[in-house]
Nanobody
Framework: QVQLVESGGGLVQAGGSLRLSCAAS????????MGWFRQAPGKEREFVAA????????NYADSVKGRFTISRDNAKKTVYLQMNSLRPEDTAVYYCAAARVYWGQGTQVTVSS
């Protein structure tokens, strides 16, 4: 089992920044890829970004490229999502995922116009 706990969400004005954190515990050695997903009201959950634990290879959704940065701290078993130039359409509950098998509880991000 892998446990994931997100933090760092909140309310921010358009153009602002937030940094989300995802702390992993448990059998983390079994996980090769960590990712962030989001779900806005009335919409399906969508991929945001992913990172490899081993070589930090990253992947981003087109909608966030150039604005969001995913990173990881292996020693702390923590993954981060730095979100800059936020837009109202980024408003959603953001979820951390380990290999799309284990999921965190989600953290709300609200961007006001």
């Amino acid at each position: 089992q892998v446990q994931l706990v997100e933090s760092g969400g909140g309310l921010v004005q358009a153009g602002g920044s937030l940094r989300l954190s995802c702390a992993a515990s448990g059998r983390t050695f079994s996980i090769s890829v960590m990712g962030w997903f989001r779900q806005a009201p009335g919409k399906e959950r969508e991929f945001v970004a992913a990172i490899s634990w081993s070589d930090s290879t990253t992947n981003y959704a087109d909608s966030v490229k150039g604005r969001f940065t995913i990173s990881r701290d292996n020693a702390k078993k923590t993954v981060y999502l730095q979100m800059n130039s936020l837009r109202p359409e980024d408003t959603a509950v953001y979820y951390c995922a380990a290999a799309r098998v284990y999921w965190g509880q989600g953290t709300q991000v609200t961007v006001s116009s």
